[in-house]
């Protein structure tokens, strides 16, 4: 079992950053570690993900503003934003895989101002 504690979110104004973290409670390594986000009456999106060789995949929409990275003896993900957008404005989940299980945090809430 794996369970993500996040922090970091909050209001921010639009050409602003945030950054959130995640960490796994785990003595395991985690395999891929990622960020999803669900903005008011949508499904959840990806946003970014990391493996542990540091391979990154981000959606479009982020890309050039977002950037993840990890700390493994940690087992810790963080997610820089920076530009925030009004349309970022979402709940964000932390999102881990291991041994093809997926584990989800709790959520942390975002929320950019025009």
């Known amino acids: 079992q794996v369970q993500l504690v996040e922090s970091g979110g909050g209001l921010v104004q639009a050409g602003g950053s945030l950054r959130l973290s995640c960490s796994a409670e785990s003595s395991f390594s985690i395999t891929v570690m990622g960020w999803y986000r669900q903005p008011p009456g949508k499904q959840r999106e990806l946003v970014a993900t990391?493996?542990?060789?540091?391979?990154?995949n981000y959606a479009d929409s982020v890309k050039g503003r977002f950037s993840i990275s990890r700390e493994d003896a940690k087992n810790t993900v963080y997610l820089q934003m920076n530009s925030l957008k009004p349309e970022d404005t979402a709940v964000y989940y932390c999102?881990?895989?291991?041994?093809?299980?997926?584990?989800w945090g709790q959520g942390t809430l975002v929320i950019v101002s025009a």
């Open positions: 999102n881990a895989v291991y041994k093809a299980s997926v584990y």
């Open positions: 990391i493996t542990r060789g540091t391979t990154t």
